[in-house]
């Protein structure tokens, strides 16, 4: 007779292991409180002092806030005319949302395969993926390793192109000793739960000047330009991507704490390293 095959026990299930956990302090709690108690939830002054803020850290360049660090690219494309029968050169390694922002606006994302060591788009490959339709060039700096900017917009000089660096995860880092966002063409940083800082969701886009932001403002908001006490015109199509006062609050608390985020990020970083006997990139960023 046959011998019952034994019963599979299945593996004991491990815990959970979050990818992140953001840390909200008690004085931004009490200042959330505030802002709801105000009476001004929505887009308003916590928004208007968080882009304030922002644009200190990058240096004075004009920063507009978003309730995503996704629209903030697909906003950038439509500023540099990027549309229709057009293509952007992006990068396969990086979440969906980098190539869907150029489906969003009609284009076409042409993958550039990755450095094996820096885990960031090949530059050495870029030029020959280029053809008469490229219009931008949309790099990441994936988990916060910039990629370097100084072959990048070398790249995209020599060709007329313009960038959008999905910079999410890399707020606080530097290149060049300059850090990233101070400098370059359209930078785009994401502010959701599991990126160095948070503003629950959100993100800002840093822009170039202040015809641009303009324009990012009436994208931002139903393409919205206002006058006098009530009136407003419609000169685009535009969403509705407004960081509401809540947020920024949540924003303006983190901020603070950005290098001490950043460290603890590098330190966990480290840990994983060496438990998985993986070499360490040595570069300028995070």
């Given at each position: 007779?046959?011998?019952?095959?034994?019963?599979l026990?299945p593996?004991?299930?491990l815990?959970?292991?979050?990818?992140?956990?953001?840390?909200?302090d008690d004085?931004t709690?009490a200042?959330?409180?505030?802002?709801?108690?105000?009476?001004?939830?929505?887009?308003?002054?916590k928004v208007?002092?968080?882009?304030?803020k922002?644009?200190?850290?990058?240096?004075?360049?004009?920063?507009?806030?978003?309730?995503s660090?996704?629209c903030?690219?697909?906003i950038?494309?439509r500023?540099?005319?990027?549309?229709?029968?057009?293509?952007?050169?992006?990068?396969?390694?990086?979440w969906?949302?980098?190539s869907?922002?150029?489906l969003e606006?009609?284009?076409k994302?042409?993958?550039?395969?990755?450095?094996?060591?820096?885990?960031n788009?090949?530059?050495?490959?870029?030029?020959?993926?280029?053809?008469?339709?490229?219009?931008?060039?949309?790099?990441?700096d994936?988990?916060?390793q910039?990629?370097?900017?100084d072959?990048l917009?070398a790249?995209?000089?020599?060709?007329?192109?313009?960038?959008?660096?999905?910079?999410?995860q890399?707020?606080g880092?530097?290149?060049?000793?300059?850090?990233i966002?101070?400098?370059?063409d359209?930078?785009?940083f994401?502010?959701h739960?599991?990126?160095?800082?948070?503003?629950?969701?959100?993100?800002?886009?840093?822009?170039?000047?202040?015809?641009?932001?303009?324009?990012a403002?009436?994208?931002?908001?139903?393409?919205?330009?206002?006058s006098g006490?009530?009136?407003?015109?419609v000169?685009?199509?535009g969403?509705?991507?407004n960081?509401?006062d809540?947020?920024?609050r949540v924003?303006?608390?983190?901020?603070?704490?950005?290098?001490?985020?950043?460290?603890?990020?590098?330190?966990?970083?480290?840990?994983?390293?060496e438990?998985?006997n993986?070499?360490?990139?040595?570069?300028?960023?995070l």
């Open positions: 007779a046959r011998t019952a095959e034994p019963a026990i593996p004991p299930a815990p959970f292991l979050p990818f992140t956990r953001p840390t909200i004085e709690i200042g959330v409180t505030e802002v709801l108690r105000s009476g001004w939830i929505t887009s308003g002054p208007k002092e968080f882009e304030a922002l644009s200190v850290l990058f240096g004075g360049r004009p920063v507009r806030a978003f309730n660090g996704t903030t690219m697909e950038a494309l500023i540099a005319g990027v549309g229709p029968g057009h293509e952007v050169i992006t990068t396969p390694l990086s969906v949302a980098t869907n922002v150029i606006v009609g284009a994302p042409v993958f550039v395969d990755i450095d094996p060591v820096t885990r788009i090949d530059l050495a490959r870029i030029e020959a993926a280029i053809t008469p339709a490229t219009r931008a060039i949309i790099p990441v994936l988990a916060g910039p990629v370097d900017r072959r917009y790249i995209a000089k020599k060709h007329n192109l313009r960038v959008v660096e999905d910079a999410a890399s707020i880092s530097t290149w060049g000793g300059k850090r966002g101070s400098f370059g359209f930078v785009s994401s502010f739960p599991n990126k160095n800082i948070t503003s629950i969701e959100g993100g800002c886009l840093v822009l170039n000047n202040e015809a641009e932001a303009k324009l403002e009436q994208y931002r908001l139903q393409g919205v330009v206002r006490t009530d009136g407003m015109e000169e685009v199509v969403g509705k991507y960081l509401t809540v947020a920024a924003g303006l608390g983190q901020l603070p704490h950005l290098d001490t985020f950043n460290a603890q990020r590098r330190d966990l970083a480290r840990i994983y390293f438990l998985l993986t070499p360490v990139v040595h570069a300028s960023g």
